[in-house]
């Protein structure tokens, strides 16, 4: 089992920022490939970025391009999802997720593919 929790949600103003954590135990086999999505009321769950660790190869949504940055902190078995310049569009429950990905062109913004699902943490973002 790779469990993960995530923290840092909240409520912020537009143009504000908030960290997202994703603390992970268990394999590292079973979570080379780690995902950030994120669910609006009424709206489909959407990829936002992505990370595959072995390499550090990165991707992000291009909502979020040039205002969120997902890193990894290897000796503390976190991801970390650092959010500015946040928009009422933001403004969702965001989840973490992982995988093991066979490489980094695998690791793809399919919900169905992850098999390990944080629990989820609120973002709202007021205008």
């Known amino acids: 089992q790779v469990p993960l929790v995530e923290s840092g949600g909240g409520s912020v103003q537009a143009g504000g920022s908030l960290r997202l954590s994703c603390a992970a135990s268990?394999?590292?086999?079973?979570?080379?490939?780690i995902g950030w999505f994120r669910q609006a009321p009424g709206k489909e769950r959407e990829g936002v970025a992505r990370?595959?660790?072995?390499?550090?190869?990165?991707n992000y949504a291009d909502s979020v391009k040039g205002r969120f940055t997902i890193s990894q902190d290897n000796a503390k078995n976190t991801v970390y999802l650092e959010m500015n310049s946040l928009k009422s569009a933001d403004t969702a429950m965001y989840y973490c997720?992982?995988?093991?990905?066979?490489?980094?062109?695998?690791?793809?913004?399919?919900?169905?593919?992850?098999?390990?699902w944080g629990q989820g943490t609120q973002v709202t973002v007021s205008s």
């Open positions: 990370i595959y660790t072995v390499y550090g190869n990165i």
């Open positions: 997720a992982a995988r093991r990905a066979s490489s980094a062109f695998n690791c793809l913004y399919q919900p169905s593919q992850f098999t390990y």
């Open positions: 268990g394999s590292s086999y079973d979570r080379n490939c």
